[in-house]
């Protein structure tokens, strides 16, 4: 598990962090496709509800990805393992670039795209908690950065090559794409003759299971995915309902998900010098204060800060919960507890963001949202206190105090 060096001097571990940037950021375009769906919908003639049900589907594929990623890792070679998650998203967006209905897109962007990604995904983190130092913080905020990281850079480039080649050349574009990064990452991993578990850890250490530690983590986890999905899925909308403007909108949009993907390295980056509970409960008052501010002093301005620290407070948990499995688990069990955790993320994308819709719909504003998401960010504060300050090998070590007979005297 420890990061040595190949033969060529490469340390191992710097060669299976440049595949995990290689092959996630393609697939964190999936959090820019909103940028598909004015030329989807006057392609294909359908409407923006028949357009969220697809990226609800690609959400939810990615999700089944990340539980079953586990399973497939430890039967197949993590190497053709790779091709083939990368042959199957591929084809998926080549479904959808010659997609004449919903059903083409929801089977080849919702389904095939999303699941290759959910795999590859937890692969990365599985092997990269293999490969590095234990325990590393950081490292695991780097790589759950790579999403938002890969819609910063997708976007912009959606839209150029959609004004300029069309959508449904995009599409294969991205497909090539995601097949060259899966092969890249495929040739890197077995250059650095990744293992997916440590063959000397007891079965006891592999499997353990720590239900309600995981249960505290993965309530920390929903509640501030609530509120930071809320403000990924809907910021546009959000500062215009207080003020914004069109262009101050959009450009309001992209400085949030460039500090969410900053926050999800600060969070793991944090944790490797502050104890978890403490830096999960500051947080989640990072973004309890950004809906007290936007409540008290409503304005586009304003709405950005809010929106923000939002935005950071969800993603410094994001990070430092990648690097608090590696603190709380086993490395053998990473992939699996990581994959059972996310589904709080998946949850968290139809609850609090879907209500804020509805809530707008009703009251052509977000105040009420806001004040949900302040009560929400307050609970998660409160049960990030519950989680253990110190790392699993510190608990393990631990001398266990066996009470002393009492002698009676006679």
Known sequence: MSDLPTSRGISRGALVLTAATVVNLPFGTVYAFSVFLKPMEALLGIGRAEMAIVFSMASISLTIGMLIGPALYRRFAPVPLLLVCGALSASGLLIASAAQGIEHLLLGYGVLFGMGGGVVFIMMQQGLNQTISPMSGLANGYVVSLYPMGAMLGAPVFGWAIEAFGLRATLVGLALTVLTCCAIAAMLWHRARVRMKDPGASAADSEARHWGLFARLF?????????????????????????????????????????????????????????????????????????????????????????????????????????????????????????????????????????????????????QAMRIAAGVNLLGALMALSLPAKARSQLQAQPQTQPQPKVEKT
């Open 219 to 367: 309530t920390v986890f929903f509640l501030a995915a609530s509120a930071g999905l809320m403000v990924m899925s809907q910021a546009a909308g959000i500062l215009q309902a207080y003020g914004a403007k069109s262009l101050f909108a959009l450009g309001g949009t992209t400085f949030i998900t460039g500090a969410i993907a900053a926050a999800r390295i600060g969070g793991g980056w944090l944790i490797d010098r502050f104890a978890v509970p403490r830096v999960a409960c500051m947080a989640h008052l990072i973004a309890l204060s950004g809906s007290c501010l936007l409540l008290s002093w409503p304005g586009p301005g304003m709405a950005v800060l809010s929106m923000t620290l939002i935005g950071c407070g969800y993603g410094f948990i994001s990070g430092l919960t990648a690097g608090a499995i590696a603190r709380y688990w086993h490395p053998n069990a990473f992939g699996r507890v990581a994959g059972q955790l996310y589904i709080a993320w998946c949850i968290a994308a139809i609850s609090l963001p879907v209500l804020a819709g509805w809530l707008y719909d009703q009251t052509q504003g977000y105040d």
